[in-house]
């Protein structure tokens, strides 16, 4: 069964709104969490690494204020895309890292902004 | 920098074939991993196998094995005897274990195996 529980799976919200992506790790406790944001037929991009108790830290060019990461607990992390507009639409998924080479990744969250 | 770059866009095998999916990787630390994934269209993310800077042996998992080029800074994957099943995208990432201790990944290539 899966390790890196996300969700939803799927969601669509209106123009201007905010949604929220969870990514929870099951049975383990993880110390690090990574937010990554895939265009079709392109890589993953790293958007920002999660550490519990601490600020995210965020790659260049992702705009904290529009894409807030909180990792309040060792099991779960959230992604909120504030504002949405149709160019947000993506694929988002976590990944769950439990020790240096332990990773695993949610089931991805595909975001449709209409 | 931190850096992945797979130069292959696209691969075709034949089924039963072997085929090996290039790797490179930039990185100033000594300690890091090295990653593949396969992501089916249905977008999860499928590990596969890794390899540790330190480790002397390359690894293996079943029919997948990692050519690993530590002083050419490659780390190729190599698929035996394909499936139809093995049509996906795979994906090269590394992880450096020191400050930064992100998770990078290449630009992917999308193998097709045909029958």
């Known amino acids: 069964g899966a390790v890196v529980s996300q969700h939803p799976s799927r969601v669509i919200c209106k123009s201007g709104t905010s949604v929220k992506i969870e990514c929870r790790s099951l049975d383990f406790q993880a110390t690090t969490m990574f937010w990554y944001r895939q265009f079709p037929k392109q890589s993953l991009m790293l958007m920002a690494t999660s550490n519990e108790g601490s600020k995210a830290t965020y790659e260049q060019g992702v705009e904290k204020d529009k894409f807030l990461i909180n990792h309040a607990s060792l099991t779960l992390s959230t992604l909120t895309v504030t504002s949405a507009h149709p160019e947000d639409s993506s694929f988002y998924i976590c990944?769950?890292?439990?020790?240096?080479?332990?990773?695993?990744f949610g089931e991805g969250s595909w975001l449709t902004v209409v | 920098a931190q850096k992945i770059t797979q130069t292959q866009p696209g691969m075709f095998v034949q089924e039963k074939e072997a085929v090996t999916l290039d790797c490179t990787y930039d990185t100033s630390d000594q300690s890091y991993g090295l990653f593949w994934y396969k992501q089916p269209s249905s977008g999860e993310m499928i590990f596969l196998i890794y390899q540790g800077s330190y480790d002397e042996q390359n690894a293996t998992e079943g029919r997948y094995s990692l050519n690993f080029q530590k002083a050419r800074k490659s780390a190729n994957l190599v698929i035996s005897a394909s499936q139809l099943g093995d049509s996906a995208m795979y994906f090269c990432a590394m992880r450096e274990f020191g400050a930064t201790n992100k998770l990078i990944f290449g630009t992917g290539t999308l193998l097709a195996v045909q029958p």
């Open positions: 990944s769950a890292s439990l020790l240096g080479n332990t990773i695993y």
